[in-house]
C-alpha cells in the first residue's frame, strides 16, 4: 500500500510517501525559505559571453543568472545554429524561467522555454507540438491521447502529456487545458507592466505541488493533519473533477506527530546517516563530495548460508534496490558512481543492473545507467532537482571546520518545539524550563519563543526560556516541574 503523510506547522510543510509503509520520498519547505524553482520573473541583460554561448541576466536576485544558448527559445530560429551574441544585447529586456536553482557560489539556471505545469500536461508557451510520458506504453491510450489534445490545445501551444492523464476522460482533459491557460494568461498580462526583476509566475506551494505531481492511482491515501489544508486539497481535487480521489484523502485527528505514528522519521533519520543497514545484514556507505556522490557496497554482517558468490549476490541485490530508494528520499543528484562488491559471474553483474533499473524507474527524477566500467564500478546521473535532503537538515560543523555535520540550528530548535508541545499535554506538569546554549536561546528568541509561550499558557502553565554559558554549541536541556 502506498500513502502520502503531510505535516503542516507555522514553521515547515512536509511530505512523506510511503510505500508498504517504509519511506520512499520526501519533500520539505520551511516556511522563512522561498522555493523558486520553476518561478517566471522579468530580467535586464546584464553581460554576454560569446566563447560561452551564455549570457548573465538581473532577475532581482542576490545573484545574476544564468542564461546558456541551449536554454534560449527563438520562435523563427530554433532550428539553426544560433549564436547568443545575435540573440540578446546588453540591458535588453527578457522573461526567463528558473530552471536551478542558485546553488553555493552558482545563480540560478534559467530558460526562455517555459512550461506551466498541471496534475496531466505540461504547457509549453513556446512550442506548438504534443509529447506523451514514454512511461504510458499503450500504443491506443498514446494515440488517444493525442487526438484528445490537438482538439483541445490552442494551435500555437505546445503540450506535454504527463503519466497520470492515462485513462482519462475528455471532462479531465478539458478542465485543466482551461485551467493551464488561465495561469499563462495571467502571465502574458503582467509580461507588459512588469519591472525587472518582478515574479510573473510562482509555482504552488509544497503541499499542491505533491497532490499535483504524486498523488495517483497508485496512492491508497493522503493523510493530512492540517483542517485548513485538508479543504484546501480536496477543492483542488474538485478542480480537476478527480472525486474519486477525494474518498483518499483523510484528516489526522489525533494529539501524536504524524510523522511518529507512521513511522516517517525513522526512515528520515536513517536518510542522514552516512551507513544503511540491509536487511541481509551487509550495508551502505553513502559520501556526497563537490564532484560526486560516492555509494560503496559491504557485505557487513552477511556471511551466507550458501557459497561466496552466492552471499555476493544476495547483497548486492539488495542493494541495489535499497540505493534506488535513498536516491530519491535524500534527493542526490548529479554524476554517482556505485562500488558493488566484485562479482565474478558476468551473468550476475547483469542481474544486479537490471534490478537498480527497474527501481529506478520508480523515480520521478530522471536518470540515467552507464553500465560497470572496467573498474568493476556503475556510473550513473540522476537530474538535479530541487534540495538536498541534507540542506534541511545538517549544516557544516563549526568545531571541525567542515569535515563533519551536526544537527542544523533550525532541526534543532524543531526537536525542542516538539517536545515542549507533548510537555504542554501533560496534566501534572506545571512549568516548563528550557535550559539552552547562547545561540539556540538567541534563536528562539527571535523565532519560535513567542509562539511555545503562547501555546504553554493557553494549557495553563509556564513557559521559561534560561541561557547557560555552559551548554556548547546547540545543546539543551529541558526541566519540567509539578
Known amino acids: 500500500m502506498n500513502q502520502i503523510i503531510m505535516n503542516i506547522n507555522d514553521f515547515e510543510e512536509r511530505a512523506a510517501l510511503l510505500e508498504d509503509g517504509k519511506l520512499s520520498e520526501i519533500f520539505i519547505q520551511r516556511n522563512q525559505q522561498n522555493r523558486i524553482n520553476g518561478n ?33 527559445f527563438d520562435l523563427n530560429n530554433e532550428n539553426k545554429n544560433i549564436k ?21 557560489e552558482k545563480g540560478a539556471r534559467v530558460t526562455t522555454k517555459y512550461t506551466i505545469p498541471g496534475k496531466y500536461m505540461v504547457l509549453m508557451p513556446n512550442n506548438d507540438h504534443i509529447a506523451i510520458s514514454q512511461k504510458i506504453s499503450d500504443r491506443d491510450e498514446r494515440a488517444r491521447l493525442e487526438k484528445l489534445i490537438e482538439k483541445k490545445k490552442p494551435v500555437d501551444l505546445g ?39 518582478e515574479v510573473l509566475y510562482s509555482d504552488n506551494d509544497m503541499v499542491t505541488r505533491t497532490v499535483r505531481d504524486v498523488f495517483s492511482n497508485q496512492i491508497s491515501e493522503l493523510i493530512i493533519d492540517n483542517e485548513e489544508k485538508y479543504w484546501e486539497i480536496v477543492d483542488y481535487i474538485k478542480a480537476f473533477s478527480d472525486d474519486t480521489f477525494k474518498t483518499k484523502v483523510k484528516l489526522f485527528e489525533s494529539s ?27 550495508y551502505l556507505v553513502i559520501q556526497k563530495t563537490e564532484a560526486l556522490i560516492s555509494i560503496d ?4 554482517k552477511n556471511v551466507g548460508n550458501q557459497n ?47 534490478l537498480l533499473g527497474e527501481n529506478l524507474k520508480k523515480d520521478r527524477i530522471k536518470n540515467d545507467i552507464v553500465h560497470f566500467t572496467k573498474l568493476g564500478l556503475i556510473e550513473m546521473t540522476r537530474k538535479r532537482q530541487g534540495t538536498p535532503l541534507s540542506d534541511f537538515y545538517q549544516e557544516v560543523c ?49 523565532t519560535s519563543f513567542v509562539f511555545l509561550d503562547e501555546y504553554v499558557r493557553i494549557r495553563k502553565k509556564e513557559f521559561i526560556l534560561e541561557k547557560k554559558k555552559e551548554k556548547l554549541n546547540y545543546e539543551y536541556e529541558i526541566v519540567l516541574e509539578a
Open 256 to 282: 501524536l506527530n504524524i510523522f511518529d505514528y507512521y513511522g516517517a522519521n525513522k526512515g528520515l533519520e536513517d536518510a542522514l546517516k552516512e551507513k544503511v543497514w540491509l536487511e541481509c545484514g551487509g
Open 297 to 300: 557496497v559491504n557485505t557487513g
Open 398 to 446: 563549526h568545531s571541525c571546520n567542515g569535515t563533519g555535520l551536526i544537527k542544523s540550528k533550525e532541526n534543532v530548535v524543531l526537536d525542542i518545539m516538539r517536545e515542549v508541545r507533548e510537555f504542554a499535554e501533560e496534566k501534572d506538569i506545571k512549568k516548563i524550563k528550557l535550559v539552552s546554549s547562547s545561540e539556540i536561546f538567541k534563536f528562539m528568541k527571535d
Open 159 to 197: 503540450v506535454i502529456i504527463r503519466t497520470a492523464a492515462s485513462g482519462k476522460t475528455d471532462l479531465h482533459i478539458k478542465n485543466e487545458i482551461e485551467y493551464l491557460l488561465k495561469k499563462w494568461d495571467k502571465v502574458t498580462r503582467k509580461m507588459k507592466t512588469s519591472k525587472v526583476g
Open 84 to 104: 547568443i551574441e545575435n540573440r540578446l544585447k546588453k540591458g535588453q529586456e527578457i522573461i526567463v524561467q528558473i530552471l536551478k536553482e542558485p546553488r553555493d
Open 40 to 72: 517566471i520573473y522579468k530580467g535586464r541583460v546584464v553581460n554576454i559571453l560569446p566563447g560561452m554561448e551564455a549570457a548573465f541576466l538581473d532577475i532581482g536576485l542576490e545573484k545574476n543568472a544564468f542564461l546558456h544558448i541551449r536554454d534560449f
Open 308 to 354: 561466496l558468490d552466492e552471499t555476493i549476490l544476495v547483497t548486492n541485490l539488495e542493494a541495489a534496490v535499497e540505493i534506488a530508494t535513498q536516491l530519491r528520499i535524500r534527493n542526490l543528484s548529479g554524476i554517482i558512481i556505485i562500488d558493488f562488491i566484485d562479482m565474478k559471474i558476468a551473468g550476475d553483474q547483469e542481474k544486479v543492473v537490471e
